[in-house]
């Protein structure tokens, strides 16, 4: 049973569009953390949020951690065909381990 | 330096056989996870180890589901007597100490059984 629930399932956009991917969790976590996994490899970490309210910019990525610590969205500016991939969620549950929403499969057309 | 490794990062097996995964985590880390990735889903938390203790096996699915970090490096995932709902990617991620969230994830086992 998965703790987060990730939205949409799948994203197919333009190159240059923006998009949106949210997370969302009744349970309140003590971080959470975004992830980018390709074909054939494990997820790697792209940023991890801590505090409520919390925004963290990467280049054109942007990370909000809800004020309850209970949701989160990772927004992406003018996307790039580099940007496709499965976006996953995860939340540190006991301060190690980590539960992980399904995931947003996001596809940029060139 | 070098990532986690994983192998086989293929693995066929028949329903009733026993498998055996590796990971080789970062040289150094302290902590080591298994989770499981069914086909589009997140991946689910499995077992965790701290050195050479495993101190949360939580998350196996059944008693047919051993895992084992003897020298605290090193860590076997074993499955035994396969099942067609263990078809998975098997994950190995480490991280450098207890206190650090940062995890470093191997490439996965894929696991197909017949």
């Known amino acids: 049973t998965q703790l987060l629930e990730q939205s949409p399932q799948f994203l197919s956009i333009q190159e240059g569009e923006n998009l949106t991917v949210y997370c969302n969790s009744s349970s309140v976590f003590s971080s959470l953390q975004w992830y980018r996994q390709e074909p054939g490899e494990g997820p790697v970490l792209l940023v991890t949020v801590v505090t409520g309210g919390e925004v963290k910019k990467l280049k054109r990525l942007t990370f909000q951690f809800g004020d309850a610590r209970k949701d989160s969205s990772l927004h992406i500016t003018a996307a790039q065909p580099g940007d496709t991939g499965l976006y996953l969620c995860a939340g540190v549950v006991n301060d190690y381990k980590l539960s992980f929403g399904a995931g947003t499969t996001v596809t940029v057309r060139a | 330096g070098a990532g986690v490794s994983q192998s086989p990062r293929y693995k066929v097996a028949k329903r009733g056989q026993d498998v055996a995964l590796r990971c080789d985590p970062i040289s150094g880390h302290v902590s080591l996870f298994w989770y499981q990735q069914a086909l589009g889903q997140g991946p689910e938390f499995l077992t965790y180890?701290?050195?050479?203790?495993?101190?949360?096996k939580s998350g196996l699915p059944s008693d047919r589901f051993f895992a084992e970090r003897p020298e605290g490096s090193v860590s076997t995932l074993k499955i035994q007597r396969t099942q067609q709902e263990d078809s998975a990617v098997y994950l190995c991620?480490?991280?450098?100490?207890?206190?650090?969230?940062?995890?470093?994830f191997g490439p996965g086992t894929r696991l197909l059984v017949l």
């Open positions: 180890f701290q050195n050479e203790a495993q101190l949360d």
């Open positions: 991620a480490s991280s450098l100490s207890p206190g650090r969230k940062t995890q470093y």
